[in-house]
């Protein structure tokens, strides 16, 4: 048994405490709003002083800069600081020398699943930092996920975090895009869900419709063959797409700024060339 002390008692946070207990540590928890920790005390927790009571601290608020807030001019010496609040990777930097200054060691996370999903089977999170400091907690956190460790830049699990993410909102954004075209022809959401379920695994796979794994390696070699498949196609077949949503009365601003940057990449000459060119002209604004 170890102890940890949970700061910020969002869902996020709450779920972690309750976890924490579950798996038989000792915790502790604070909140700026202190009357969320009374459900959590009496489950067993205890009422932290403050907000830097104990030696390793995971923290999960809304942004850093409620980490400052609640810290505030705390000395951290020998402290772990476990934060899996989202920001900015450079924000993640400025805090990692900013606990340095006050003494302590900031562990960067990001966990990849919702609150009720957390403690179960195939939960990860994302973590950067010194890694003998996080192998020291490692066994305490892996009560919330498995400890999946990216490197020492405190930067890094945030823009693990932040890929993952942009992947999952921009596929389900799609798929709803695709599920209320179908149903102007009354096309039941179950129906096309096979369809669906079949796409996402293929496209992760590694046979002819694996694109992870396609534009991963044309990115990595800075090669880009469009053989019969080239980006023109893909421009022209996605123009078409918006224009059926369009004329489905459908709303297109997320496929429009697709086909907006693939007509870019298009016009800069490189329509000759695959699907993965489109990347050059993400990474040059």
Request: proline share 6%; glycine share 12%; with cysteine.
């Amino acid at each position: 048994m170890s102890q940890v002390t949970v700061v910020g008692l969002g869902p996020m946070g709450s779920k972690m405490a309750e976890t924490f207990l579950a798996a038989g540590h000792e915790v502790a928890v604070w909140n700026r709003t202190a009357s969320k920790a009374a459900p959590l005390v009496a489950k067993g927790a205890r009422q932290a002083a403050s907000a830097a009571d104990g030696e390793l601290l995971v923290v999960s608020q809304i942004s850093y800069q409620a980490m400052y807030d609640s810290l505030g001019d705390a000395r951290l010496d020998g402290k772990a600081v476990v934060n899996l609040s989202s920001d900015t990777p450079e924000a993640l930097r400025r805090a990692a020398r900013w606990v340095e200054e006050r003494g302590g060691t900031l562990i960067t996370a990001g966990i990849m699943v919702p609150p009720p999903a957390i403690g179960l089977p195939g939960a990860y999170a994302f973590y950067s930092g010194p890694k003998e400091v996080l192998d020291r907690h490692a066994g305490t956190l892996e009560a919330l996920s498995e400890v999946t460790y990216v490197g020492p830049d405190q930067g890094l699990a945030m823009m693990y975090y932040q890929a993952q993410l942009l992947i999952f909102w921009s596929s389900l954004t799609s798929f709803m895009h695709a599920m209320a075209l179908l149903r102007t022809a009354e096309v039941p959401p179950r129906e096309f869900l096979p369809f669906a379920q079949n796409l996402f695994t293929q496209v992760g796979g590694d046979g002819p419709m694996g694109y992870a794994k396609i534009l991963a390696d044309c990115f990595e070699a800075g090669e880009y063959p469009g053989g019969q498949n080239s980006l023109h196609m893909q421009a022209v077949g996605i123009g078409h797409a918006v224009e059926a949503l369009a004329e489905a009365g459908m709303e297109t601003t997320v496929p429009g700024a697709l086909k907006a940057l693939f007509e870019r990449a298009d016009a800069e000459g490189r329509g000759h060339e695959g699907l993965g060119t489109v990347i050059e002209s993400i990474r040059k604004p």
